[in-house]
């Protein structure tokens, strides 16, 4: 048994008639010390239990930081006014979205000059949660690139957007 709790039940005894422990039979005592243990027992099973959906709810969550992170697509998820809240591992290295000097930033930073329009008219008709649009994004290392990029809501929260970015660029050259 816990110390603090056992050092709690021994202060309340105390404070309570001492006639009460003098008129409890040995019978009396034993039923109440079994009924203990049974609690007791209960409660390190319960115990384990919980540490036990602890430990999956970690593996879980790690799951899915992993799918997030080593996704094949780059994903963002932005707030209402467009500022990155949180990226993936291939946005990170795609787009520079960390940098020491500004840690937050909008993504229409990352949109090439040339589509930043097209982007903006695709959001302000709210056709990003309907259909994909093709936009060139400025990346780290490749330069401009076209990408195909998705949106949807958040579940985790209401007003946030996740935005998925497919690169494209081989499937844009082949096709002019």
């Known amino acids: 048994m816990n110390k603090e709790l056992s050092k709690k039940i021994f202060q309340r005894l105390a404070e309570q008639d001492e006639n009460i422990s003098k008129?409890?039979?040995?019978?009396?005592?034993?039923d109440i010390l079994q009924e203990l243990d049974i609690y007791q027992a209960e409660l390190l099973a319960q115990n384990e239990e919980l540490i036990e959906k602890q430990?999956?709810?970690?593996?879980?969550?790690?799951?899915?930081?992993?799918?997030?992170?080593d996704s094949t697509i780059a994903y963002i998820i932005v707030d209402k006014n467009l500022n990155i809240e949180k990226y993936n591992m291939l946005s990170l290295q795609s787009f520079?979205?960390?940098?020491?000097?500004?840690?937050?930033?909008?993504?229409?930073?990352?949109?090439?000059?040339?589509?930043?329009?097209?982007f903006l008219t695709w959001i302000?008709?709210?056709n990003y949660l309907n259909e994909s649009i093709n936009i060139d994004?400025?990346?780290?290392?490749?330069?401009?690139?076209?990408?195909?990029v998705d949106a949807k809501k958040y579940s985790l929260k209401d007003d946030y957007i996740m935005w998925s970015f497919?690169?494209?660029?081989?499937?844009?050259?082949?096709?002019?």
């Open 137 to 148: 994004m400025n990346c780290n290392y490749a330069g401009i690139t076209r990408y195909k």
């Open 124 to 126: 302000n008709k709210e």
């Open 166 to 176: 497919t690169n494209v660029e081989n499937e844009y050259r082949l096709n002019d």
């Open 96 to 118: 520079n979205i960390y940098s020491p000097s500004n840690k937050v930033k909008s993504i229409l930073s990352f949109i090439n000059s040339k589509s930043l329009n097209k």
């Open 23 to 30: 008129s409890l039979k040995q019978k009396d005592i034993e």
């Open 55 to 69: 430990y999956e709810l970690y593996e879980s969550k790690h799951e899915y930081e992993v799918l997030f992170n």
